[in-house]
């Protein structure tokens, strides 16, 4: 969903006095990267420098590249993409025969920029082969509590709101999130294979009170009510993971084995924030593949624009383990845990622009 526009601070961030307010939370975000690298060497993971430069950034309908030009040594030029995660990379070393890997890195999506979003940020993901992503889950509520004790707080804050991540996290399903904070009864709107009716989930945005905008495709109106009533209500007091979400909004998760409307993907929240989004892996290249068609096809509908698939991903898919993965937005929690109120404060140097 879009922002108002983001307005940076009145001083430039190198002058001096602005450095001097930022600084306190940068050598935190050190302590704080320094704790996360040190949890997972004694988890044996090993750390990798996935490249930013791609034939494709990733095929989700709302994630939006940065385009390059790479020109060869016959003067010729190739568009490539600076990722939006590494996903596609890490997942093609799984292939390869690595069992737990994890990479923290820059990683670009254009279109956002706000006090939670910068076009450049930094990414902590790994993944571990052979193991279910509760286990996934558990890793992103330990590594809460770490970055909290790395500077010294006992709760993590924004705006006003605060969240312990010593306290039992809660445990809530999309579906369950919808009938507590929107009223509506997301499995009303699809099939028993997960396909989902537009104009149904419609119909119940109306009866539960809410306005329907003009486009009422359901994954549009899913984003709309996730955002506007579920998410803010997330988090508040104790983190909160949102989990099995709806098959249609989980492109690389693979299906719950008890229900084939859900999938194994999760996502983590603290003071009404998304801080991690996992999943346990899909690993079928046909269904991948069509997944990756079909949301391609949205991003067409709506934004009159697509990105090339991966072929060389969709190849791996047929030699990777079962797996399951994170992506964790580092700077948030840096933000989370240090108090700072806009993620420019904890980037050491943030995009000019």
């Known amino acids: 969903m879009s922002s108002a526009p983001f307005s940076p601070p009145a001083s430039p961030w190198w002058t001096p006095q602005v450095h001097a307010d930022r600084r306190p939370l940068l050598l935190g975000r050190n302590k704080i990267d320094a704790a996360l690298r040190s949890y997972l060497a004694a988890n044996d993971f090993i750390m990798v420098d996935p490249p930013g430069l791609q034939r494709s950034p990733g095929n989700e309908t709302h994630l939006h590249a940065f385009a390059t030009t790479a020109i060869g040594n016959d003067g010729l030029g190739e568009t490539l993409y600076l990722h939006t995660s590494p996903e596609f990379t890490m997942k093609k070393l799984l292939a390869a025969g690595e069992r737990r890997i994890a990479s923290l890195g820059h990683v670009w999506r254009n279109r956002e920029r706000s006090a939670l979003h910068h076009p450049e940020f930094t990414m902590l993901e790994w993944y571990r082969a052979g193991e279910d992503y509760g286990v996934i889950i558990d890793d992103c509520l330990n590594m809460l509590k770490l970055a ?5 707080s006992k709760m993590l804050r924004y705006k006003g709101r605060e969240c312990d991540p010593f ?3 809660e ?3 999309v579906v369950q999130a919808f009938e507590r904070y929107a009223g509506i009864d997301l499995f009303a709107t699809m099939d028993a294979a997960g396909n989902t009716d537009g104009e149904a ?6 009866a539960a009170g809410l306005d329907v905008p003009e486009d009422r495709s359901w994954s549009y109106l899913f984003s709309r009510v ?4 579920v998410e803010p209500n ?17 492109a690389l998760a693979r299906r719950a084995a008890d229900d084939m409307r859900v999938s194994e993907r999760f996502e983590l929240y603290a003071c009404g924030v998304e801080l991690a989004n996992g ?4 690993t079928d ?3 991948q593949r069509r997944r990756f068609a079909a949301e391609m096809d949205e991003k067409q509908r709506i934004y009159g624009e697509r990105y090339p698939l991966d072929e060389d991903f969709l190849k791996a898919l047929d030699l990777m383990p079962e797996a399951s993965g994170v992506a964790l937005g580092f700077d948030r929690v840096v933000m989370l845990a240090t108090g700072a109120p806009r993620i420019d404060m904890v980037l050491w140097a943030p995009v000019v622009g």
Do not use: C, H, I, N
């Open 148 to 152: 909290a004790e790395a500077v010294g």
């Open 171 to 173: 445990r809530l399903s």
């Open 234 to 250: 997330l988090g508040l007091g104790r983190v909160t993971v949102l989990d099995r979400y709806p098959s249609a909004e989980a």
């Open 226 to 229: 996730l955002v506007e009533k």
């Open 285 to 287: 290249p046909q269904e």
């Open 167 to 169: 306290a039992e996290a």
């Open 201 to 206: 989930l419609a119909s119940a945005m109306l």
């Open 279 to 282: 999943f346990g892996e899909l």
